[in-house]
């Protein structure tokens, strides 16, 4: 049996394909458009399914979409009742699409597929919800979804056993924990529903200067971590604007302009909303834990993607383990209402072992051969050298330790917005100049923007502060480096604030070491991504160190590559050194320069 998921047509959509419960493929829009966060109906992505399945779209047995527009819909014309008579004018665009054809999404989904069955639709939290259990390790959990908004959920707390999610508890719109969030990134000057994870990366930065300013203006908290927001500061409702003048006024001014200077403020605003969402992180998950009684949580929403939070949460030791799914936003519930029918509606049962996910590492997209590569490379004339795989990864860890900078291109692409070693930009660790260096003339982004470590699994506990038996597959946990590796501070160092907290070296892996002395980490071993853990495990033996740095293959602005295409443009627009396609190993000083391409090379600063 053959069920399609889809999510689509508020940000990140994707499709997904499960055969018989099993997690066939899954990919997001935005990877065949080129388009960052691509919400339209996701045709490339559905087509790559059914292409990886060998199947048309007459052999789909269900088709299922991730929300209920009826309920959505039932939420703004409420909502509208309630702030009137302001909020007309956001109310009449919404109301246009609504009419048109969001209300008939059955009918509009059919038409687009040319399918003739009936499309079924499962609520939002509860596609999110199901996203994080059915594929976890787990007979049992407790589940926290958190996020923006769906119909009218914000946060949702389930309770998860065998076959079957249920939902327990729930807040709701206008008070979220998601839009409180990005009302900050908005006023930090970085994109709604994209430059979250700047703010997360910007706060260590910075002094919570401002967080009894957001607990006694902005929210009322509760123990047990609902709350209710003061509307009078948030304009969301009611206006296509995060937040009104009385925010402004609050904190002493307007938004940031986007990619104006980062001051010491919004360095520290940055880390005050950091630790109000962690106080209620810590709070929702204590109240999951006590509503369900269960000893494993599973995570999702895309607040769950605040890899500090979660690495927070894990300290805490509240649960046994936590399992979080790697597309923890939207795109993911492409998969979870796919998987809630099969298992919830269909009764279909599920067999775990506690320790293994049905993930298989998030390598859910498009792959391609050796064949393919060669034949792209050779009618192009691009040079290339050819390798076995233990003499690559040989070669990779050489140009590594000599300080070069490679675009990996192995297997199927990652499902969800983190490269997992398929789809990396890698380096060495060690090098004090390599963050600046990839941050500026790699990725073309702010200098703050921390990166990560793949690390050995075997090895984790003796570089970070992170149990031996915990795991970080999807890179969505922080831990400290080990004091022992850290670098004692001069007093003049110790004096340093905001960006020149980057001048200092910080610990004997410095690249990968963020200024609070953390790093997120990715967990490598050997049957999830065989390939990647022969690199780390050549490089250890070379350098005794057994981890490099990894960040998406991809520019600012840009998606993370698709196809081989994609990959070979990103490693000719920028200065990495090496590139790795599949078993192919091209280096750059002997490619020729890409035609056409002034335009993009203006835009990045490159001549």
């Not at 995570?299 to 979080?324: H, P, R, S, T, Y």
């Not at 295409?565 to 000719?572: G, T, V, W």
Request: one cysteine or more.
């Amino acid at each position: 049996m053959y069920i399609l998921g889809i999510s689509a047509h508020y940000h990140d959509s994707a499709a997904a394909l499960i055969r018989d419960g099993e997690i066939i493929a899954a990919a997001q829009e935005e990877r065949f458009t080129r388009k960052k966060g691509d919400s339209s109906f996701p045709h490339h992505s559905i087509s790559f399914c059914l292409q990886e399945a060998g199947i048309g779209v007459q052999n789909l047995d269900h088709v299922v979409y991730y929300e209920s527009s009826l309920k959505k819909f039932q939420r703004l014309l409420m909502s509208n009742l309630v702030f009137a008579p302001q909020g007309y004018t956001n109310f009449f665009q919404a109301m246009r699409s609504f009419l048109g054809w969001k209300l008939r999404i059955k009918s509009y989904i059919k038409s687009q597929l040319h399918y003739a069955k009936d499309v079924i639709c499962i609520d939002h939290h509860l596609s999110h919800a199901s996203a994080a259990f059915y594929p976890s390790p787990f007979q049992e959990a407790a589940i926290l979804t958190l996020d923006g908004v769906g119909e009218w959920a914000t946060t949702t707390i389930g309770y998860g056993k065998n076959n079957k999610v249920d939902l327990l508890y729930e807040m709701r719109f206008p008070h979220s924990i998601g839009l409180l969030y990005s009302a900050f990134t908005y006023y930090t000057g970085f994109k709604v529903n994209f430059g979250e994870y700047k703010l997360m990366g910007l706060a260590p930065y910075g002094e919570p200067k401002y967080r009894d300013v957001i607990l006694d203006n902005l929210l009322d908290l509760k123990e047990d971590g609902s709350f209710q927001m003061n509307m009078d500061y948030f304009a969301y409702c009611t206006k296509p604007s995060m937040i009104t003048e009385k925010f402004n006024q609050l904190f002493g001014g307007p938004p940031r302009q986007p990619e104006s200077i980062i001051t010491q403020k919004e360095m520290d605003i940055a880390k005050s909303v950091q630790v109000v969402l962690e106080t209620i992180y810590l709070r929702l998950a204590r109240t999951a834990k006590r509503m369900t009684g269960a000893n494993k949580l599973c995570l999702a929403g895309g607040v769950a993607l605040n890899c500090v939070a979660n690495g927070k949460l894990l300290q805490e030791d509240m649960f046994e383990d936590i399992w979080i799914q790697p597309a923890a936003g939207d795109s993911g519930s492409a998969l979870g209402c796919a998987l809630n029918y099969w298992h919830a509606h269909l009764g279909n049962s599920r067999i775990t072992d506690e320790k293994h996910d049905t993930q298989k590492g998030s390598y859910l997209g498009p792959g391609y051969s050796s064949s393919e590569i060669r034949t792209f490379l050779d009618k192009n004339e691009y040079p290339y050298e050819h390798y076995e795989s233990a003499a690559l990864a040989q070669k990779i860890a050489e140009l590594l330790d000599s300080k070069k900078i490679i675009g990996l291109f192995h297997g199927r692409m990652e499902f969800g917005p983190r490269a997992l070693g398929n789809r990396s930009i890698i380096g060495d660790p060690r090098d004090p100049e390599m963050q600046s260096k990839m941050n500026l003339k790699i990725k073309f982004r702010e200098s703050f923007r921390p990166f990560a470590p793949s690390v050995l699994e075997e090895r984790v506990s003796e570089f970070f502060e992170f149990p031996q038996t915990a795991r970080s597959p999807y890179m969505l946990m922080v831990a400290d480096v080990k004091k022992h590796l850290l670098t004692e501070l001069t007093e003049e160092q110790k004096k340093l604030w905001g960006i020149d907290k980057l001048k200092i070296k910080r610990s004997e892996i410095p690249a990968i070491t963020h200024v609070d002395n953390s790093a997120r980490l990715q967990t490598v071993d050997p049957n999830t991504n065989p390939f990647y853990y022969q690199i780390l495990k050549a490089f250890e033996a070379r350098t005794e160190c057994p981890l490099i740095i990894n960040t998406s293959f991809n520019v600012r602005g840009e998606p993370i590559v698709c196809t081989f295409e994609d990959a070979y443009r990103c490693f000719m627009r920028t200065h990495i050194d090496y590139l790795v396609l599949e078993d192919c190993l091209l280096e750059k000083s002997q490619q020729k320069p890409l035609d056409n391409d002034s335009d993009w090379r203006k835009e990045f600063a490159l001549d």
